[in-house]
């Protein structure tokens, strides 16, 4: 564990913050820089003032002083002045998570990929939890790992959901069991291209030894060891018989035996189910019996915005996917649905090719109802198989969707694309729709009187060959 005389800090929301409070613990001295433009930023500047640490906000000048590390927040992107300044200062950039992880305590489970980790890292916690373990889920999803080892050292197991912003400063970190559920294209805008994209996912085994464990999706299994370097143990999962851990049919099984089952649970999907044995495979390697994982994922509670039920009017199911920033995700979340699908997509574009999930919007959706900038590219991409709705808004959409759908069909929110070009966040998204819902469940607003589009603009439809 190294040591720190002074320390400048980037960031002060929760993970700047959070680094700020463990460093000054460890008796360093603490400059905290932010931009002071995020919501909140003076309020959280003004406490952390409070508690005697040093803040600037709203400059971009390095500050002076004779600093040994600077610590970064995920939020931060590496072609920021200040770490190019820290860099060309000789100072270490660390990732607030690796300094988190340096001062733990407890053994690391470690989860990554595009899709899937928070549920994965809730339910690896919880099944931690219920074989009596003290466990702690923390990192991109939870508390930063920097609060969860100051105020709670005393635990048996983090769990921890790691993203590729956090593993581009990482230079030691090395969790004992490691999990990479899946590759899919995400972030472009900020790591490039696909290249770099899963070279920082293969970051997350750089540092493993003999002892650690290396989880990963089988078809992944060569490219990601080969770019990792990593001297774990290689354990894979997915959905062949020559998978370590392999799902079929609501079952996880492992050298032919049966160590997980998941029927009757959400999980027992194609989907979901990769998970599942990827979590029987992290559990084993914990040394806990992976069938506890059973009875877990029996009682296990959605999270928000991830294929949540908000509602139903007339039989139709409103579910409110709006986690699903980008296409793999919105893939996923169709192929979980039986039924057919009034599909709402659209945003703030994070891709360039929306035609691979082209054959699976003709096999489950009735209409896509297209909101955001990302409308007119996702029109041109799909609308030769499915009918396109520009609705430029959600309120249009939740309400065109809602008009057109039949009985036992499911109006799901999975946008593909970021939110910031209309919402705060996904989750402000998430949360506006299932308002909209929920105010048509209760009568607020009349069918059929939503908004009228106006000729030409919201509300027309673009109908392909094969619209049904």
């Excluded at 806990?288 to 199911?317: C, N, W, Y």
């Excluded at 986690?323 to 793999?328: D, I, M, R």
């Excluded at 090719?353 to 489950?364: E, I, S, W």
């Excluded at 969707?401 to 109006?411: K, L, M, S, T, Y």
Aim: hydrophobic share 45%; net charge neutral; glycine share 10%.
């Amino acid at each position: 564990m190294h040591s720190y005389r002074k320390a400048v800090v980037l960031g002060c929301g929760a993970s700047g913050a959070a680094a700020a409070r463990l460093l000054r613990a460890d008796g360093a001295g603490v400059v905290v820089l932010d931009d002071g433009t995020a919501a909140g930023a003076a309020a959280q500047a003004e406490a952390l003032r409070r508690e005697g640490l040093e803040v600037i906000t709203g400059r971009h000048e390095w500050p002076r002083g004779d600093f040994d590390v600077c610590v970064t927040s995920p939020g931060i992107p590496p072609s920021s002045p200040w770490i190019r300044a820290a860099r060309e200062s000789g100072l270490p950039v660390l990732s607030e998570l690796e300094l988190g992880w340096s001062r733990r305590r407890c053994p690391v489970v470690a989860v990554t990929g595009s899709n899937g980790k928070s549920t994965l890292v809730k339910w690896l916690a919880e099944s931690l939890q219920a074989a009596g373990l003290r466990a702690v889920p923390a990192g991109n999803y939870g508390p930063p790992v920097s609060r969860v080892v100051l105020e709670q050292p005393a635990v048996d197991w983090l769990v921890l959901e790691v993203s590729t912003f956090q593993l581009e400063t990482v230079c030691e970190f090395r969790p004992e069991v490691g999990v990479l559920l899946n590759i899919h294209p995400n972030h472009l805008d900020r790591h490039g291209d696909m290249e770099t994209y899963e070279a920082l996912k293969a970051r997350l085994f750089a540092r493993t030894r003999t002892g650690d464990t290396c989880i990963v999706h089988e078809p992944l299994i060569n490219q990601v060891r080969s770019a990792s370097g990593g001297g774990g143990l290689w354990v894979t999962f997915g959905v062949s018989a020559s998978s370590d851990y392999r799902y079929a049919d609501g079952v996880v099984t492992s050298g032919g035996r049966e160590v997980l089952d998941l029927r009757g649970t959400l999980f027992a999907n194609d989907v979901l189910g990769l998970a599942g044995a990827a979590a029987a495979a992290a559990l084993s390697t914990c040394g806990v019996d992976p069938r506890i994982a059973s009875r877990s994922a029996g009682t296990f509670k959605p999270l928000p915005h991830r294929m949540q039920p908000v509602g139903e009017i007339r039989g139709v199911r409103f579910v409110n996917d709006s986690k699903a920033t980008n296409l793999a995700a919105m893939a996923a979340a169709l192929r979980m649905i039986p039924s057919k699908i009034r599909l709402i997509a659209g945003g703030l574009v994070k891709e360039k090719d929306f035609t691979f999930v082209k054959d699976l919007l003709a096999q489950k959706v009735r209409g896509v109802y297209l909101i955001g900038q990302a409308s007119k590219k996702m029109a041109s991409a799909w609308s030769d198989i499915v009918p396109c709705v520009f609705c430029e808004t959600l309120d249009v959409a939740v309400g065109r969707a809602r008009d057109d759908a039949q009985a036992g069909e499911v109006v799901l929110l999975s946008p593909a694309c970021a939110s910031f070009d209309q919402f705060k966040n996904f989750e402000a998204r998430g949360d506006e729709f299932a308002r909209l819902v929920r105010d048509r469940v209760e009568g607020v607003l009349k069918p059929g009187k939503d908004i009228e589009p106006a000729a030409g603009a919201a509300g027309d439809t673009l109908k392909g060959a094969s619209a049904r």
